[in-house]
């Protein structure tokens, strides 16, 4: 299964943006799928949402709550982050990744990025004061 995100960019504090992330593979429809973000100073990917196969339950991270929403498509093959009211400490290389640990339509959340499988080359955003 091959990832590709795309919809980052350079924007100012308080803007939105909405990243996608579409998949090759039909199995897409069956997995939960989560959005990390990556800065240079952490090595670790930080948790941003999250989103089961069908669309429930969903799960963001609290630095992000009430300002980003996830959502999915199954029909394009495609997730979403809605982001708002965006911040300088947005700013980060933003993944899309794919959860197939314990099989198909589970409907199980992880925040941790050692339980996804699949990840996309990432899509980078940065929100300028």
């Known amino acids: 299964a091959q990832l590709v995100e795309s919809g980052g960019g350079l924007v100012l504090a308080g803007d939105s943006l909405r990243l996608s992330c579409t998949a090759s593979a039909d199995t897409f429809t069956s997995y939960t799928m989560a959005w990390f973000r990556q800065t240079p100073e952490k090595k670790e990917r930080e948790f941003v949402a999250a989103i089961s196969w069908n669309g429930v339950p969903r799960r963001v991270a609290d630095s992000v709550q009430d300002r980003f929403v996830i959502s999915r498509d199954n029909a394009k093959k495609t997730v979403y982050l809605q982001m708002d009211k965006l911040r300088p400490e947005d700013t980060a290389l933003y993944f899309c990744?794919?959860?197939?640990?314990?099989?198909?339509?589970?409907?199980?959340?992880?925040?941790?990025?050692?339980?996804?499988?699949?990840w996309g080359q990432g899509t980078q955003v940065t929100v300028s004061s």
């Open positions: 990744a794919q959860d197939t640990r314990l099989g198909p339509r589970t409907g199980i959340i992880s925040r941790s990025a050692n339980d996804y499988t699949t």
